[in-house]
């Protein structure tokens, strides 16, 4: 670690101590600037070792809770050009899903001739860019999914919507990404 992101950690976590936050403090504040190694959770019981189940016993959405108020506002005052790039891959990509999964069908069905028509899709949400929430794949020792979420909370008689992909759009994505566009 070079002396200036040690500095820069060290003054996050003071930060952090002077607004009253600590970054093993459970459900975690979003707002904190520092988090603990994934070595340093603490352990959560019935869980899996070193999950990051750390925001709140009823959370569904991980990390995109650290997509604040504060920190959208801040992603916002970086735009320099306005120029988007695409992280998603069009609904045909690949043309055959891995492991025999269906293929995406586009069709149009007419309401009214001339007047108003319907698009309809069929696509698996495993193809391409992945849609779904973190009830995909569960750890397989434990069989569980992300915040205990169990394979009767899915699918069957007590079926329910922990992990669904819904609690993603309720929340909503918003912030910056991951790269530069323009010349350093």
């Known amino acids: ?27 975690f504040d979003p707002d904190s600037t520092s988090f603990p ?9 019935g869980a899996p070792e070193d999950c990051a189940w750390v925001w709140g016993k009823d959370d569904y959405i991980g990390r995109l ?4 108020p504060t920190r959208v506002k ?3 005052a970086e735009i320099r050009t306005g120029e988007m790039a695409r992280v998603d891959l069009p609904l045909n990509v690949p043309e055959q899903p891995a492991f025999g999964r ?15 028509y319907d698009d309809l899709y069929n696509m698996n949400t495993q193809s391409g860019t992945q849609w779904d929430g973190f009830r995909h794949f569960a750890h397989i020792p434990t ?5 205990g979420t169990k394979g009767s909370d899915i ?3 007590e079926a329910n919507e922990k992990c ?19 010349p350093i």
């Open 143 to 147: 069989q569980t999914f992300y915040n």
């Open 65 to 68: 809770n650290l997509l604040t």
């Open 164 to 182: 669904s992909i819904h609690h993603w759009a309720k929340h909503g994505f918003s912030g910056r990404a991951g790269m530069r566009l323009d």
């Open 102 to 116: 269906e293929k995406f069908q586009h069709s149009i069905k007419t309401l009214v001739e001339n007047i108003a």
């Open 1 to 27: 670690m070079t002396d200036t992101s040690k500095a820069t950690r060290r003054l996050s976590q003071v930060t952090d101590l002077v607004m009253g936050k600590t970054e093993m403090t459970i459900p």
């Open 37 to 45: 190694l994934r070595k340093d959770l603490p352990r959560i019981p």
């Open 155 to 157: 699918a069957g008689p």
């Open 74 to 76: 801040a992603a916002a």
